[in-house]
């Protein structure tokens, strides 16, 4: 797990920007901080910072180059197939360096060009310089675990994993914000890929490479999907045998390392698979680590001792209080762009905690996109039920469920008042933060005019294209293609790499991902979601877990908005400085910072607004360095 950074110059004669790629590594040296490395020839250099996981020692340092040098990569990620790969091309002639999972990249490039990539098990992104032809090749995981961007320059092309690095590295040209971005952030509470919140700047989509030649203008290649086909025909007891089947060799694969290991434990199903399997293949007690909240209806840590009890695991544990909210304006910086999901608060607690005891940690993460987990998901079905009626009961079903909406659950209501638009727009309402209308009365100018629709035009790509073989199928790939590569692997990915720690995650196994999406949807959902991971796993995950309601990992937000987050809030939000963006109407906004009062407090809008101030002010008020 690793840093990297890379540069391409505009015109083939012209010199690589070495100092350009050194700043960007001395501003990623905490994922890195094992060691460091660069190359720089003709119109390319590359720059590395190392976290050392497999082979420690200096000659699994990076950059690395093939046999005669014309070829040289940096890698950040792991590569799980890496000794069967290795073994292959050992016996077409090709001769290794280290015992790095990493070096396979380089001999695999010269076999099978950028086809290469699609032999790769793992999570990964790298930047590889061919110098034969002078052109840069970079690639990014299937599930979209590791990130990559890059950045139209006037002498060049950057490259590198976090984009704060990646704007500050060229201070003479400075970084401007993209609004549209914005726009969308303040729906989905992230900037969705290819985009990022700067013009000019974009991530390379999940599962994608491009090829980028002096001056060219780069064309991202999509080289894997989901599998299209019948869906799985056997019965229970033989679909949940599989699964487990493949969640212990998922597991088995991730716990190769030079270095200490352990897992994040949060007492939901997915976590507590984790851990149980794990522990199943271990002859020592499984280190496992735990964040939870002052109060106890607000934490989780009592179904996490459950199960660090069950499996006699070495568990550790911290509680996250109201005042260490103060490392938000850190996660800000780190992130690079806003990003309003609370939980990423906790997230880098609970890394920093367990990177006192590991360097390596396994998570729970895609359970709920793979297996239909998510509580929404049983309002989605209310629109399933709709699209399925003829027109008249479609008025009946439309009119009774606005009216319990009114009277009981809201958030049924507002989606009720959709259910005619289509799942994407439907689905948009469900899960969005700041509605079109919420919006309207928000915006001034400048912010009205950057609103395109083209979250609801990804959502409806995304779903036309979904391989899955039900409706609830395919709302569980659009949260698979989008929220969770955009929102939750770059919260993990975020939070353990400014404390150097790597992070795993079983469930984004490839063998288990493609089992998942050809699953009938009553394997998926019934009564509740993750019906079949459920069975699988009844031997191994305590009754208590498999049978409680699902909790999210956010912040307990209203409770420490209304008391402790108060003044910061206020502070913020209303500001002079803030105001004078022109971007937001004072009027509604101070409404909102209001609302703190009532029984409705607005505060994941809230949450959202601070962390966005909070990014303009060190991005584009902060002169760049």
């Keep these: 797990m690793c840093g990297v950074a890379g540069f391409l110059a505009r015109e083939p004669g012209a010199p690589a920007d070495l100092a350009g790629v050194e700043r960007i590594a001395a501003a990623i040296v905490h994922r890195g901080p094992d060691s460091g490395g660069f190359y720089s020839d003709g119109p390319c250099a590359l720059g590395h910072r190392r976290l050392s996981i497999i082979d420690l020692s200096t000659e699994a340092n990076q950059p690395m180059h093939n046999e005669d040098g014309s070829v040289v990569v940096v890698v950040n990620g792991e590569i799980y197939n890496f000794a069967e790969l290795r073994r292959e091309l050992e016996q077409k002639g090709h001769a290794f360096r280290s015992r790095s999972d990493s070096e396979v990249v380089l001999h695999l490039y010269e076999e099978h060009g950028p086809d290469c990539v ?87 989509p999940a599962a994608h490479y491009a090829f980028f030649g002096p001056g060219e203008s780069p064309s991202p290649v999509r080289y894997w999907a989901k599998p299209r086909g019948a869906a799985h025909t056997g019965d229970a007891r033989e679909l949940s045998e599989e699964l487990l089947r493949l969640m212990r060799a998922a597991v088995k694969r991730r716990l190769v390392s030079d270095v200490p290991l352990g897992a994040f434990l949060s007492g939901g199903i997915d976590s507590s698979t984790i851990v149980a399997l794990m522990a199943q293949e271990s002859s020592r007690p499984v280190k496992t680590f735990s964040i939870g909240f002052p109060h106890a209806d607000d934490s989780e840590l009592a179904f996490a001792r459950m199960v660090a009890k069950r499996w006699k695991t070495d568990h550790h544990e911290e509680v996250v209080s109201p005042q260490m909210t103060s490392v938000v304006a850190e996660t800000v910086r780190h992130h690079g762009e806003p990003f309003a999901d609370s939980s990423a608060v906790a997230m880098y607690y609970l890394s920093q905690m367990t990177k006192k005891h590991v360097t390596v940690a396994l998570s729970g993460d895609a359970g709920d996109e793979n297996f239909a987990g998510y509580k929404r998901y049983t309002t989605a079905r209310l629109g399933h039920l709709y699209d399925r009626l003829p027109y008249r009961g479609q008025l009946v079903f439309r009119a009774a469920l606005e009216g319990i909406g009114r009277a009981v659950v809201p958030h049924v209501g507002a989606y009720a008042e959709r259910l005619g638009a289509g799942e994407a727009d ?200």
Aim: with cysteine; aromatic share 10%; charged share 30%.
């Design 118 to 204: 699609a032999r790769l098990d793992g999570m990964f992104a790298f930047i590889l310089y061919d110098a034969r032809n002078r052109k840069v090749l970079i690639a990014r995981d299937r599930s979209g675990k590791k990130p990559l961007f890059y950045r139209k320059l006037s002498h060049g092309i950057a490259f590198a994993s976090e984009i704060g690095a990646l704007v500050r590295a060229f201070p003479d040209q400075r970084a401007e914000v993209d609004l549209s971005a914005i726009d969308e952030f303040l729906t989905l509470q992230y900037v969705p890929a290819p985009k990022t919140a700067f013009k000019g700047a974009f991530k390379l």
């Design 426 to 625: 439907r689905y948009t309402r469900l899960i969005g933060q700041f509605s079109p209308s919420e919006k309207r009365a928000l915006y001034m100018d400048s912010m009205r005019d950057a609103s395109t629709g083209d979250t609801i035009a990804r959502f409806e790509a995304v779903l036309a294209d979904s391989a899955a073989t039900s409706p609830m199928g395919r709302v569980a790939d659009l949260d698979w293609q989008t929220y969770m590569i955009d929102d939750i692997n770059v919260k993990v990915d975020i939070a353990a790499m400014t404390h150097a720690l790597e992070v795993r995650c079983p469930f984004l196994d490839t063998s288990v991902v493609e089992f998942a999406s050809r699953l009938p949807e009553q394997m998926l959902m019934r009564w509740r979601g993750k019906w079949l991971l459920r069975r699988a796993v009844k031997d191994i995950v305590p009754a208590q877990i498999l049978h409680r309601t699902k909790r999210g990992f956010a912040l307990p937000l209203e409770r420490w908005m209304k008391r402790d987050l108060r003044t910061l809030v206020k502070d913020t939000l209303l500001s002079k400085r803030a105001r004078e963006r022109g971007l937001f109407d004072p009027k509604v906004v101070t409404e909102l910072v209001d609302s703190l009062d009532g029984f409705q407090p607005m505060v994941d809008r809230l949450w959202t607004l601070l962390v966005l101030e909070l990014w303009f002010r060190e991005f584009i008020d902060a002169p760049a360095s």
